[in-house]
């Protein structure tokens, strides 16, 4: 499933939004169902990740050194 992370709680449940299901069959054919708004089971997850990727940023709670 793909969607908006909402929220979650320290048991890793996540509320996601705008959620889409997508399915593949013994042929290799995927379908698409829209869900809506899902609450997962942390227990049920096995992955989470980024659509787009990631990128490293710089670490905003550094502070930059001064002696260069």
């Known amino acids: 499933v ?8 320290q048991l890793m449940n ?4 705008d959620v889409k299901e ?3 069959d013994e042929e290799g054919n ?4 829209s869900l809506g708004l899902l609450v997962a089971r942390g227990t049920l997850l096995v992955l989470i990740s ?3 990727g990631s990128e490293e940023i710089a670490n905003p709670f550094m502070q930059a050194d001064d002696d260069e």
Do not use: A, Q
């Open 2 to 9: 793909t969607g908006t992370l909402k929220g979650y709680d």
């Open 30 to 33: 995927t379908s698409t169902r």
């Open 22 to 24: 997508t399915t593949r």
């Open 50 to 52: 980024p659509m787009d």
């Open 14 to 17: 996540l509320v996601l939004d």
